[in-house]
């Protein structure tokens, strides 16, 4: 009997090592987050999960290749768990068109010997995670804006989500560039003087004009201003109570307001009085001052709507699609599946397909 413990504990490991992991990433442009869905117990949950930063745009890069190079490097992270039976991504960025989806499906693929991948966009994965894949809208306020409704019927209706220089309104990046931009008017007498051009010499550098033009040559500049967001909700309450400050939170919480309400219209006319579920995920809406003014200015324009807690996040919601769960978000879903007989590097091959429909295994 001694000798057949150890033994079938070696087998039970090596069966376990041999059983295919499935791999589910949150990718933002900040950050890119992948976890291990553990498949033990009757709750999907993630055994383990990394970080690594997220896109950031240069030209003469191939954005679907940065993508994937960082979704690599998230891989790297864990100790490439092996085999791959399942990747499940929610994408921002390059991966925001059919198109390039279908392009970065295999190449995730052909770099992981994935089994099989499952890409979409993070306002989707976002809206599964924190709805618990209901119907509703959802609006994620990060580094940018995505707004998402889902209807009863399936259909799935984006609101904003256009990208830092066209659209964004009430995100991080949007709001961080109106404070940047406050704090130089503060500092040249342009404009009022402002708590934030203290916050910005502290963050960016002094003097602060010749320190933010060398700004203009960081490789991380959509994140960098972004992160100025904080300074100006900060500003906004005790000790400084800035009234430039406030101005601009109270604006950022009204622009997502605004886009909800578009959502909601869209998704559900004719829906009566508190019917439409709403929530919301990312860190800007965390700020006291900026979700009151959201709230406030949601209760003003859409009455159809209801604020619901946020029951889990953009990670969880690609874990839901990992696990294989039956939601109309799959309609937005590119599926890639790898060749038989592909191994590690190998190229996506002619029996391999990308479709927009998947049923997720």
């Not at 992991?21 to 949950?45: A, F, I």
Request: charged share 20%; proline share 6%; net charge neutral.
């Amino acid at each position: 009997m001694t000798t057949i413990r150890p033994a079938r504990a070696a087998a039970r490991e090596k069966a376990e090592r041999a059983r295919p992991v499935r791999l589910v990433v949150d990718g933002g442009q900040t950050m890119l987050r992948m976890g291990v869905l553990d498949e033990d117990g009757d709750t999907p949950r993630l055994r383990e999960q990394v970080s690594v930063p997220g896109f950031q745009w240069t030209a003469g890069d191939d954005p679907v290749e940065q993508q994937c190079r960082r979704v690599v490097e998230a891989w790297d992270s864990l100790g490439r768990p092996a085999p791959v039976g399942v990747v499940a991504l929610g994408l921002a960025g390059g991966a925001s068109d059919p198109d390039s989806r279908r392009r970065l499906a295999p190449l995730v693929a052909e770099r992981t010997a994935a089994e099989r991948v499952l890409l979409t966009g993070d306002d989707v994965t976002t809206h599964l995670g924190v709805l618990g894949g209901a119907p509703g809208v959802v609006v994620a306020a990060g580094t940018g804006v995505a707004c998402l409704a889902v209807t009863e019927a399936g259909e799935l209706i984006n609101v904003d989500g256009l990208g830092y220089l066209f659209g964004d309104a009430g995100g991080g990046f949007s709001l961080g560039l109106a404070g940047l931009r406050a704090a130089l008017a503060g500092f040249e007498g342009r404009g009022p003087e402002t708590a934030l051009t203290a916050r910005a010499e502290r963050r960016v550098g002094r003097p602060l004009r010749d320190a933010v033009k060398r700004w203009y040559r960081s490789p991380s500049l959509v994140a960098d201003v972004a992160g100025f967001a904080a300074e100006v909700a900060q500003a906004a309450g005790p000790p400084d109570d800035d009234p430039v400050a406030r101005r601009l939170s109270l604006r950022a919480g009204e622009d997502l307001a605004v886009s909800v309400t578009a959502a909601v219209r869209k998704g559900f006319s004719g829906s009566r009085d508190g019917s439409v579920p709403v929530s919301w995920a990312g860190g800007v809406l965390g700020a006291d001052v900026i979700f009151e003014a959201f709230s406030r200015g949601l209760t003003q324009l859409c009455p159809a709507a209801v604020l619901r807690d946020p029951i889990g996040d953009s990670l969880a919601g690609a874990l839901r699609l990992a696990a294989g769960n039956a939601v109309p978000h799959l309609a937005s879903v590119v599926v890639h599946t790898r060749p038989a007989g592909a191994g590690l590097g190998a190229g996506p091959g002619g029996s391999g397909g990308s479709s927009g429909s998947p049923a997720a295994s």
